[in-house]
């Protein structure tokens, strides 16, 4: 069992950048996938959850607008989609396997975090 985040990235305030989460092992479409992040000195905090049935879910609601996620079942993989990014998303996104979206259960599974990179 694996999840696999894409590798993160450098961009300037105000680009782009989409993350994948790609599962080995298992199949992804049966569970809940969400993403965390974690900024330098800061406490980590949800981004997005998308449920089994492929509902958005926002855990912080001011990136509404601006962050995305979907799913692609043929490559079992989640995206989270980032636009006009700004200096303050700058963190290590986590994707999370879950079994819902507002529970945390011991049998979450996380991947390894990916460094994103804003410049102002």
């Known amino acids: 069992v694996q999840l696999q985040a894409s590798e993160g990235g450098w961009v300037q305030a105000g680009g782009s950048l989409r993350l994948a989460c790609t599962a080995s092992?298992?199949?992804?479409?049966?569970?809940?996938v969400g993403w965390f992040r974690q900024a330098p000195g800061k406490e980590r905090e949800g981004v997005l959850c998308?449920?089994?049935?492929?509902?958005?879910?926002y855990y912080t609601n001011s990136l509404k607008g601006r962050f995305a996620i979907s799913r692609d079942h043929t490559k079992n993989t989640v995206f989270l989609q980032m636009n006009n990014l700004k200096y303050e998303d700058t963190a290590v996104y986590y994707c999370?396997?879950?079994?819902?979206?507002?529970?945390?259960?011991?049998?979450?599974?996380w991947g390894k975090g990916t460094q994103v990179t804003v410049s102002s």
């Open positions: 999370v396997r879950k079994r819902e979206c507002y529970s945390t259960r011991s049998d979450d599974y």
């Open positions: 092992g298992f199949t992804l479409a049966t569970w809940a």
């Open positions: 998308l449920t089994s049935t492929d509902n958005s879910i």
